[in-house]
């Protein structure tokens, strides 16, 4: 695992997201938008466009790796 991954689930619990809220909102993303593929591509169409409790665009989200990189991510990495 990551210091990148390790954030993310981090994030996900400081900002009390469970797994299930994960594959909830993925779900409903892939159900919405009629997108169909892999799993990893839902998922990244997923963080991209809607985030944890939004719909296009208004949730929340962990910042992307570049952002992390640059900020919390300078020691860890």
């Given at each position: 695992?990551?210091?990148?991954?390790?954030?993310?689930?981090?994030?996900?619990?400081?900002?009390?997201?469970?797994?299930?809220?994960?594959?909830?909102?993925?779900?409903?993303?892939?159900?919405?938008?009629?997108e169909?593929?892999?799993?990893?591509?839902?998922?990244?169409?997923?963080?991209?466009?809607?985030?944890?409790?939004?719909?296009?665009?208004?949730?929340e989200?962990?910042?992307?790796?570049?952002?992390?990189?640059?900020?919390?991510?300078?020691?860890?990495?």
């Amino acid at each position: 695992m990551t210091a990148y991954q390790k954030y993310q689930l981090q994030w996900m619990i400081d900002h009390d997201c469970s797994l299930d809220d994960l594959i909830a909102g993925m779900t409903q993303y892939q159900v919405d938008c009629k997108e169909f593929g892999r799993v990893d591509e839902i998922f990244n169409e997923w963080v991209y466009n809607v985030g944890f409790g939004g719909q296009y665009g208004s949730g929340e989200i962990w910042a992307c790796y570049d952002e992390w990189k640059d900020c919390e991510g300078v020691d860890e990495e």
